[in-house]
């Protein structure tokens, strides 16, 4: 009986510890504050540091408005020019920062809407809170409206900083899923040409409804990217083409020379591919140049994007042709060498170009 009895009361006094150890742990605990599993998961995570993401710039070197039309098109990384998103614990609402917009993510305009968006489906595939407490610092040195991928570099820049600051892996498919989305709001029907250009770091031929093929190129040139000044219009210069190649009862030469127009820009493209392939620096200069006559003949050049590149060819360039929508925006120039790249941007800056970017092709 004595046994019993001492039984008792030591099973009673490890019972009396482990009670008391777990009321302890229950008083220092959140649990005992009413939050849930995920909420304090969800505080530890905050309890972090500061978590970046970044995107680069993308160019369409070859093929643009006839890509429209089913022929095939390049374009590079241009990492000259980047986004980066910084995210960090502040305050107790989920707020952001931009060249645009400071201030709650949920109040932000309808103009910033595919920016909000990246935010929040991020937030919801990492199966975060949608108002955490933490900040969002956009920077971008990526030109808006420009056709250089911006709004796309912005949407990758989140997504991975969100991803990094949680602890997530973000995969290939959820980083498309999520920059498509986003881009779907800014532009109604986008390619996905930017998305992947401004995520990777290889150059893209692409042809519509066609798998995207990534190029390993050898490319022992400069290209300098030059921007104008004035917004691209890429509607406008797509619409222009397209009453071109409509032009058939009034006006069917027109026509005939804007189709045949777009079958040689095709045919450029396939040829600058090579080029790429196999550092022929002086083809990839001469097929731009034609491009460029090709481009002014569809009117989506200007008198400014004209005379640029004209500018450049003087002051060295292999070639030179405006890149993206046109009517404005970038032009680009290609350039033997480092020294020749000084001289032609200099060139562009002292002739009216805003900014002037260089980019080695070989790093590509």
Not at 56 to 65: D, N, P
Not at 238 to 244: A, C, D, F, M, R
Not at 309 to 318: E, I, K, M, P, S
Request: aromatic fraction near 6%.
């Amino acid at each position: 009986m004595k046994f019993i009895e001492t039984a008792k009361k030591e099973a009673a006094g490890e019972t009396f510890v482990l009670l008391s150890f777990l009321s302890a742990f229950l008083q220092k605990s959140d649990i005992i504050n009413g939050m849930t599993n995920p909420q304090i998961e969800e505080k530890k995570v905050l309890e972090k540091k500061i978590a970046r993401g970044k995107a680069s710039g993308k160019i369409i070197l070859m093929g643009e408005h006839a890509v429209v039309y089913g022929q095939p098109a390049i374009a590079i990384p241009f990492s000259a020019v980047e986004t980066v998103s910084e995210v960090k614990t502040e305050g107790e609402k989920l707020t952001v920062t931009c060249d645009f917009y400071d201030g709650l993510v949920h109040e932000m305009p309808e103009i910033l809407e595919s920016l909000k968006h990246a935010i929040r489906f991020s937030l919801y595939r990492i199966n975060a809170p949608q108002d955490p407490a933490i900040h969002i610092d956009i920077r971008s040195t990526i030109p808006a409206e420009r056709g250089m991928g911006s709004s796309a570099a912005v949407a990758v820049a989140i997504a991975r900083s969100l991803f990094n600051f949680y602890g997530k892996v973000l995969t290939d498919k959820e980083l498309w899923e999520i920059v498509q989305s986003s881009e779907k709001i800014a532009h109604g029907n986008p390619s996905g040409i930017d998305t992947v250009t401004t995520s990777g770091k290889s150059p893209l031929f692409f042809v519509k409804d066609q798998p995207i093929e990534q190029l390993t190129i050898h490319m022992d040139a400069y290209l300098v990217v030059a921007d104008t000044g004035q917004t691209g219009q890429t509607f406008k210069a797509i619409q222009s083409v397209k009453e071109l190649l409509h032009k058939r009862d009034d006006q069917p030469a027109t026509s005939s020379d804007s189709r045949q127009a777009i079958q040689e820009l095709g045919k450029l493209t396939r040829l600058a591919k090579e080029a790429l392939l196999n550092n022929q620096v002086l083809e990839l200069g001469e097929a731009m140049n034609r491009a460029q006559q090709l481009l002014a003949s569809l009117t989506v050049s200007d008198q400014l994007l004209d005379e640029l590149t004209q500018v450049a060819r003087q002051a060295g360039a292999l070639g030179a042709k405006l890149t993206g929508g046109g009517l404005g925006g970038c032009l680009i120039a290609l350039a033997k060498d480092k020294e020749s790249a000084k001289k032609v941007s200099a060139a562009l800056v002292k002739n009216g170009a805003e900014k002037v970017w260089c980019q080695y092709l070989g790093d590509l």
